[in-house]
């Protein structure tokens, strides 16, 4: 009986704490800007070429998918496509191609998290832009998430 309902204790307590939702930024950030230009950042492995992330340039702001959209393969001399986060870069990769459309024409709303450093809790500055990672983008109505839940990934 004890045992029941320890297995019943903890199957509502994981089930609680379970969600779908995507992560909560620490300093959200909205902001509607022309997109002046992408990067795709690419890294080598044994088999190949494979895409480690993005980065989509505005006049004051570098949108990223992730640390990889900014850094490619440094630090990680014995990582390959298996570390890459393949949700968040796939999904990342639907909102690139609409700025690579609309590059220097129309504006889109990115919706993410203004990367701050961790000394001084400052905006993180890349090429003397802020940062945004990403959590989802509008253009005419439709939105594009970018999936961010780790179990996804």
């Known amino acids: 009986m004890k045992n029941s309902i320890f297995v019943v204790l903890v199957a509502v307590l ?3 704490g379970c969600s779908n939702d995507q992560p909560k930024p620490e300093h959200p950030i909205t902001i509607t800007a022309i ?3 992408t990067v795709k950042v690419t890294g080598h492995w044994k088999m190949g070429e494979f895409v480690i992330g993005y980065r989509i340039i505005t006049d004051d702001y570098v949108v990223i998918s992730d ?3 900014l850094f490619g393969q440094e630090g990680q001399a014995f990582g390959g496509p298996g570390l890459v986060k393949h949700a968040t870069v796939s999904t990342f990769g639907r909102v690139v191609e609409v ?3 609309v590059k220097g024409k129309e504006p889109i709303t990115f919706y993410g998290d203004l990367a701050h450093t961790r000394e001084g809790n ?3 500055l890349f090429e003397g832009k802020k940062v945004i990672i990403l959590l989802n983008a ?4 439709q939105n594009y998430e970018v999936n961010r839940r780790p179990w996804n990934n």
């Open 14 to 16: 994981i089930a609680t």
């Open 35 to 37: 997109p002046h230009s």
């Open 67 to 69: 640390g990889g959209g």
């Open 99 to 101: 700025a690579e459309r």
């Open 122 to 124: 400052r905006p993180y």
């Open 138 to 141: 509008t253009h005419n109505g």
